[in-house]
């Protein structure tokens, strides 16, 4: 199956300025125009109205991972609580998912008070065990959610049958754990529309946004000088890298950040009949629970939107991701949402489309002022995590550059991300890891 156009396009923001190749001065420089770049200049004018504000977009605001994704808003980062506890302990791990969870409501409360129309829905999310290992770690999570003092309901066979019926199972019984876990603080939402209700009122509290302005080089001074491909110059005080999983084409984070691709299909409306089989009333957006995942939601039209399978990284962080490779990932991916939902229902794929994000090797994200550039912060590393994420940090990016200082002692407050050497060790590495993850999720 051939990628195609991701469905949230129909939504896209309007066009901004075409970079107009002269030298501009700003007060802050934002490099990238998706979900973070976006907040981070909203959050900003709110705090210093009147600043000289700069986003700079090298293709169109959301080009990338923003209006690309399943549109799931959720709590957690880039891995499991079980993991994130035997890498961070406890302590940690508990402040870092409750932060993620504070991250949801912001984004929530930010999308409210600005009235942008993106559909948003508080449905909840659904966790679902699809094997025996499956229902094992959703009673080990479950145990650690309630450790950590957030809200999570355990749903037995019958519970989940009349929240949302899917295909035949693998295996398990209710006495190896829960059939799936119920979050109530999460939600889904148009990912088109947030993007382009922001820009909207970024623009509107005076920040300017340039599309077509590929920043090439950013000057370690303070102010620094950025470089933009096509010729003129932004001098900023500050500068906030917000360039997720393209952020290596920029020479930044080579080996430490990895353009990760991944894929999502949608399907034609699902008729009446197919909706009577699902079930699906509260329209949750749903996970399961092996290590490599699908999550799914529904869109306002009843089609249901699909998202996972094997993460790709290709050789030399490869951006471009025409070809087989998406072809296949998306045929496969395919079959996957033909296991997931009762054949009766006749769950037909209309089209798909892939998505680039910034992987680092611990699966956190990395926010901090950039080492040997006094004038710049990033903020990258959501690991396929950030739609809540992203949108909340841009008050985080806010007290750096006002206060200072970062918010709060969390592990994502950092300015040092693992690294992976060279090729093929990275390639290899990143295989190897998918590979092991897909043959565990197979034999248990
Ligand atoms: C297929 C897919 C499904 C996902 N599903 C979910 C989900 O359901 N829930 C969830 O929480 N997260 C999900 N995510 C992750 C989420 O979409 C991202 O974490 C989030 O959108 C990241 O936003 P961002 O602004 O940091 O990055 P991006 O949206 O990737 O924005 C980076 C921008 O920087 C621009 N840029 C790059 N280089 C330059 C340069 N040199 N100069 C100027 N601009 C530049 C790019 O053009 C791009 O627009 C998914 C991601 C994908 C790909």
Request: proline share 6%; with cysteine.
């Amino acid at each position: 199956m051939t990628p195609s156009a991701p469905i949230w396009a129909d939504a896209a923001a309007p066009s901004y300025t075409r970079w107009p190749g002269a030298n501009v001065k700003a007060d802050v420089a934002v490099v990238g125009g998706g979900l973070t770049g976006l907040s981070a200049a909203y959050h900003l004018l709110l705090r210093r109205p009147g600043a000289r504000v700069v986003v700079l977009e090298a293709e169109r605001l959301g080009f990338g991972a923003s209006s690309r994704n399943t549109g799931m808003l959720g709590p957690g980062v880039g891995q499991s609580v079980i993991t994130l506890v035997q890498r961070r302990g406890h302590a940690e791990a508990r402040a870092l998912y409750r932060a993620t969870l504070g991250a949801v409501g912001d984004a929530a409360r930010l999308i409210e008070r600005e009235g942008i129309d993106c559909d948003l829905a508080m449905t909840g999310q659904l966790v679902v065990a699809r094997s025996r290992a499956s229902r094992v770690r959703l009673a080990r999570q479950a145990d650690l959610l309630e450790s950590f003092e957030v809200p999570v309901e355990r749903l037995e066979d019958g519970a989940l049958q009349a929240a949302l019926r899917l295909g035949a199972r693998a295996g398990g019984e209710p006495a190896d754990g829960p059939a799936a876990l119920r979050l109530p603080v999460a939600g889904t939402l148009h990912p088109g529309r947030l993007v382009a209700g922001l820009a909207e009122r970024v623009a509107r509290r005076g920040g300017i946004l340039y599309e077509g302005a590929r920043v090439r080089h950013i000057g370690t001074g303070r102010p620094a000088r950025l470089e933009l491909s096509g010729g003129g110059d932004v001098i900023a005080d500050d500068v906030v890298i917000a360039t997720a999983g393209y952020s290596p084409g920029l020479g930044l984070f080579r080996g430490r950040i990895l353009p990760v691709h991944l894929q999502v299909l949608v399907s034609k409306p699902l008729t009446p009949a197919a909706r009577a089989i699902l079930g699906w009333q509260r329209r949750e957006g749903v996970l399961d629970a092996r290590r490599v995942f699908s999550y799914f939601r529904l869109t306002r039209d009843d089609r249901i939107v699909f998202g996972g399978g094997a993460p790709r990284y290709l050789w030399a962080g490869r951006l471009d991701d025409s070809g087989r490779g998406a072809d296949n990932a998306l045929r496969r991916l395919a079959n996957e949402l033909s296991r997931t939902f009762p054949a009766d229902a006749r769950v037909e794929v209309e089209s798909g489309w892939t998505g680039v994000i910034g992987y680092v090797a611990d699966a956190l994200p990395a926010i901090e002022r950039l080492r040997g550039h006094p004038a710049v912060v990033h903020v990258v590393g959501w690991c396929g995590h950030g739609v809540a994420l992203s949108l909340a940090s841009g008050a985080w990016v806010t007290h750096i550059l006002c206060e200072g200082a970062v918010p709060e002692d969390l592990p994502w407050f950092r300015d040092r991300l693992p690294w992976i050497p060279f090729e093929p060790v990275r390639w290899l590495s990143f295989r190897a890891a998918v590979g092991t993850m897909e043959l565990m999720d197979q034999l248990s």
